[in-house]
């Protein structure tokens, strides 16, 4: 039976299941079809609603938020260009799998569908990037439909929801009933994963000679970094990662392999193209990550354990399937270990060989500034344990090539869509979330510039995210495809002549900021910007214009070939 309680009208029952769901924070902007919410919110003191200055940076705040906490980031719009304005970022949470709940103000239920004023369709333009959306006919349902949001976003594989909540049924009052349990139709996620198929997968790996774990973000979500750790150790078997994946493992001990794909390391492509047995854990075998899929591990049996059954098999077929919580597989797999297993010395001493044969290098120039050198001087200031937010481009893979994640929910970044203009909002929730470690964003002039409006955000709220602006006036990452195989012909990817001078306009918005031009500025800045924690700090470092991010695998190519720094660039090795 569901909890009764007092006599509320909709936008009362808001925030009262807002409360019940243990929601810190509303990332918002106001508007018609809200203004009873807004009311409401007034007078509202155990929630506190943080005004974006863009709906689009109020979902990548939430997206922050969330990947930061693990728990649901909340965004609140009106109707019309207010809830089009966040299906950008509504579409970043689903493909990177965030957990989100986005509630759009509508206008009044008898005036949809005759295209009234700022009336958008929200619910079939956001069909295809969530999980699940409602449109709430009847304030009898709000307080239900609004658990169920909760329910689907946070269970099974993580991600947006959205609730559509028209202005009369935010005025409508009825007795405020709060269902003891969920229950939804069709929605039955597998967590226990099935017994046999896991002792199946231990025998496998006891056998293995050359086994390789590949992680994806999946691990973190689940909460089973501390499980993969002790089997990874216990069994002597690297850990290779994807983007969303680095931190699961930690990137200090010795069987860390780094990043795989199209920016990883040379080892952990090589160390996939030569295992006997690859054991994908919350990965999705992406694009980016396996290359030419027929050329894709070729010599493993595949074992892929994931929670959302629609994963498996969709881009690489695998030997061993297991649908079920990664952290219930993980630690299912360490008790059904057989005692006798294979050593894998003779595969260490060859992952080496590689390590040794490629390792990941830059070099200091006197006068100039690379990327790469910055972020290593922040891991190294930071000891691998900041929270680290990218903005998408070249600076994004340096930072997964150079900054050495040791702990989970450590890089917040744009994966499966690759959004511009997601770093400085992003950083900004995840600030809110995580307070007592830093939280260090690393941008291009370019991305920065998409929604450099939220810098209003930050400052007002006084907080205390470093930002770091990598600028080489250009699109670096687009220049770079340019050089390689579009002729050389930079076609509007140089920003020099139209990039405003960044210190200048940072401090029209109230941010302490600092430039860098040399190796030794940047250590200085770095290290000051480390220590500043009175709000929001910006430093500007001018990096070398024509750098480019290897190792590379062309698109379309075997992680195999791979275009290396220290060769030509045009050769494949």
Same mark, same amino acid.
């Given at each position: 039976?569901?909890?009764?309680?007092?006599?509320?009208?909709?936008?009362?029952?808001?925030?009262?299941?807002?409360?019940?769901?243990? /929601?810190?924070?509303?990332?918002?902007?106001?508007?018609?079809?809200?203004?009873?919410?807004?009311?409401?919110?007034? *007078?509202?003191?155990?929630?506190?609603?943080?005004?974006?200055?863009?709906?689009?940076?109020?979902?990548?705040?939430?997206?922050?938020?969330?990947?930061?906490?693990?728990?649901?980031?909340?965004?609140? =719009?009106?109707?019309?260009?207010?809830? $089009?304005?966040?299906?950008?970022?509504?579409?970043?949470?689903?493909?990177?799998?965030?957990?989100?709940?986005?509630?759009?103000?509508?206008?009044?239920?008898?005036?949809?569908?005759? *295209?009234?004023?700022?009336?958008?369709?929200?619910?079939?333009?956001?069909?295809?990037?969530?999980? #699940?959306?409602?449109?709430? %006919?009847?304030? @009898?349902?709000?307080?239900?439909?609004?658990?169920?949001?909760?329910?689907?976003?946070?269970?099974?594989?993580?991600?947006?929801?959205?609730?559509?909540?028209?202005?009369?049924?935010?005025?409508?009052?009825?007795?405020?009933?709060?269902?003891?349990?969920?229950?939804? @139709?069709?929605?039955?996620?597998?967590?226990?994963?099935?017994?046999?198929?896991?002792?199946?997968?231990?025998?496998?790996?006891?056998?293995?000679?050359?086994?390789?774990?590949?992680?994806?973000?999946?691990?973190?979500?689940?909460?089973?970094?501390?499980?993969?750790?002790?089997?990874?150790?216990?069994?002597?078997?690297?850990?290779?990662?994807?983007?969303?994946?680095?931190?699961?493992?930690?990137?200090?001990?010795?069987?860390?392999?780094?990043?795989?794909?199209?920016?990883?390391?040379?080892?952990?492509?090589?160390?996939?193209?030569?295992?006997?047995?690859?054991?994908?854990?919350?990965?999705?075998?992406?694009?980016? /990550? $396996?290359? @030419?899929?027929?050329?894709?591990?070729?010599?493993?049996?595949?074992?892929?354990?994931?929670?959302?059954?629609?994963? /498996?098999? %969709?881009?690489? %077929?695998?030997?061993?399937?297991?649908?079920?919580?990664?952290?219930?597989?993980?630690?299912?797999?360490?008790?059904?270990?057989?005692?006798?297993?294979?050593?894998?010395?003779?595969? #260490?001493?060859?992952?080496?060989?590689?390590?040794?044969?490629?390792?990941?290098?830059?070099?200091?120039?006197?006068?100039?500034?690379?990327?790469?050198?910055?972020?290593?001087?922040?891991?190294?200031?930071?000891?691998?344990?900041?929270?680290?937010?990218?903005?998408?481009?070249? #600076?994004?893979?340096?930072?997964?090539?150079?900054?050495?994640?040791?702990?989970?929910?450590?890089?917040?970044?744009?994966?499966?869509?690759?959004?511009?203009?997601?770093?400085?909002?992003?950083?900004?929730?995840?600030?809110?979330?995580?307070?007592?470690?830093?939280?260090?964003?690393?941008?291009?002039?370019?991305?920065?510039?998409?929604?450099?409006?939220?810098?209003?955000?930050?400052? #007002?709220?006084?907080?205390?995210?470093?930002?770091?602006?990598?600028?080489?006036?250009?699109?670096?990452?687009?220049?770079?495809?340019?050089?390689?195989?579009?002729?050389?012909?930079?076609?509007?990817?140089?920003?020099?002549?139209?990039?405003?001078?960044?210190?200048?306009? =940072?401090?029209?918005?109230?941010? %302490?900021?600092? @430039?860098?031009?040399?190796?030794?500025?940047?250590?200085?800045?770095?290290?000051?910007?480390?220590?500043?924690?009175?709000?929001?700090?910006?430093?500007?470092?001018? =990096?070398?214009?024509? *750098?480019? /991010?290897?190792?590379?695998?062309?698109?379309?190519?075997?992680?195999?070939?791979?275009?290396?720094?220290?060769?030509?660039?045009?050769?494949?090795?």
């Amino acid at each position: 039976m569901p909890q009764s309680g007092p006599t509320m009208n909709g936008s009362e029952i808001f925030f009262e299941c807002l409360r019940r769901e243990n /929601v810190e924070y509303i990332f918002g902007y106001p508007g018609g079809a809200l203004l009873k919410v807004y009311e409401t919110l007034y *007078d509202v003191e155990d929630i506190k609603h943080i005004l974006v200055r863009h709906e689009q940076g109020a979902t990548h705040m939430a997206e922050g938020y969330a990947r930061a906490t693990g728990r649901p980031g909340v965004v609140l =719009v009106t109707s019309g260009p207010g809830a $089009t304005n966040t299906v950008t970022g509504i579409t970043n949470a689903y493909m990177d799998s965030s957990p989100m709940v986005i509630f759009t103000g509508q206008v009044p239920s008898s005036l949809i569908g005759n *295209d009234a004023f700022q009336e958008a369709d929200i619910v079939g333009i956001t069909r295809p990037i969530t999980k #699940h959306n409602f449109l709430v %006919k009847d304030v @009898r349902e709000l307080a239900s439909t609004i658990q169920k949001a909760f329910f689907l976003a946070t269970n099974g594989r993580p991600g947006p929801v959205l609730v559509d909540m028209p202005k009369d049924i935010l005025n409508a009052s009825c007795t405020f009933e709060w269902p003891e349990s969920v229950d939804i @139709r069709g929605f039955k996620p597998t967590i226990k994963c099935h017994q046999n198929q896991i002792e199946k997968a231990a025998h496998k790996i006891a056998e293995a000679k050359r086994p390789l774990l590949y992680i994806g973000g999946g691990v973190i979500s689940a909460e089973a970094s501390e499980e993969l750790r002790k089997l990874a150790i216990e069994l002597d078997i690297p850990v290779t990662m994807t983007l969303q994946g680095l931190g699961a493992f930690p990137a200090s001990h010795p069987l860390s392999m780094g990043m795989l794909g199209m920016h990883g390391t040379y080892w952990a492509n090589q160390a996939v193209n030569k295992c006997d047995l690859l054991i994908a854990v919350g990965a999705r075998f992406d694009d980016r /990550v $396996t290359g @030419r899929v027929d050329t894709f591990a070729p010599q493993a049996y595949k074992i892929h354990n994931d929670i959302d059954p629609t994963n /498996v098999d %969709k881009n690489v %077929k695998v030997d061993l399937p297991i649908v079920g919580d990664a952290k219930n597989f993980l630690a299912g797999l360490l008790e059904a270990m057989p005692e006798k297993r294979e050593k894998h010395d003779a595969w #260490h001493a060859e992952i080496r060989q590689w390590q040794e044969q490629c390792p990941m290098t830059y070099t200091v120039e006197e006068g100039s500034l690379k990327t790469e050198f910055v972020i290593d001087q922040v891991s190294r200031q930071t000891e691998g344990n900041a929270v680290v937010v990218t903005d998408v481009g070249q #600076h994004q893979m340096w930072t997964s090539q150079y900054y050495r994640f040791n702990n989970p929910r450590s890089i917040i970044t744009s994966g499966g869509l690759g959004t511009m203009g997601y770093g400085l909002p992003a950083a900004i929730g995840a600030a809110f979330g995580i307070t007592d470690r830093p939280v260090v964003l690393f941008c291009g002039d370019g991305g920065f510039m998409m929604n450099i409006q939220e810098l209003v955000t930050a400052v #007002h709220y006084k907080i205390p995210v470093k930002i770091f602006l990598l600028n080489n006036s250009f699109l670096g990452m687009v220049r770079q495809w340019q050089e390689l195989f579009h002729a050389e012909k930079y076609s509007f990817t140089d920003l020099e002549a139209s990039n405003p001078d960044f210190l200048k306009v =940072v401090d029209a918005f109230g941010c %302490k900021a600092m @430039r860098a031009d040399t190796p030794a500025e940047a250590e200085a800045a770095i290290r000051s910007a480390l220590d500043y924690n009175e709000g929001p700090v910006f430093v500007e470092f001018r =990096v070398v214009k024509k *750098d480019m /991010v290897f190792p590379m695998v062309p698109a379309g190519g075997s992680i195999s070939d791979m275009l290396l720094e220290r060769l030509n660039p045009k050769t494949m090795v």
